[in-house]
């Protein structure tokens, strides 16, 4: 382990390798910081809808993507559908 923490920083290593990283997710092991397995579910299957070819982006790894909307009307809502293969971050400004 000390080649390890040679290399990497305690606060990237989980508990069960000496580090001090945590994870409170309920899907994530605290103590390995790995995804639980658990079996998957009909109700988790994506199934998706069928979006005009205009509103279809994809992207590739580390892009950014932006969709300027102009809300006239109080009370509006903006529903939006979007699938990953990976970590996303997300925010409506």
Known sequence: MDKLHACISPNALPPCYGGTMY????MI????????AQPVRS??????????????TVLKCGAVFSVPVTVN???SRLLW???????????VL
Not at 29 to 36: E, N, Q, S
Request: charged content about 30%; aromatic content about 12%.
């Open 23 to 26: 994870d409170d997710h309920p």
């Open 81 to 91: 559908q979007f699938s990953v293969s990976g970590r996303v971050e997300f925010a």
């Open 29 to 36: 092991d605290p103590h390995t910081c790995c995804t639980k």
């Open 73 to 75: 009307e109080k009370g």
């Open 43 to 56: 109700e988790d299957f994506f199934i998706p809808s069928h979006f005009p070819e205009v509103n279809r």
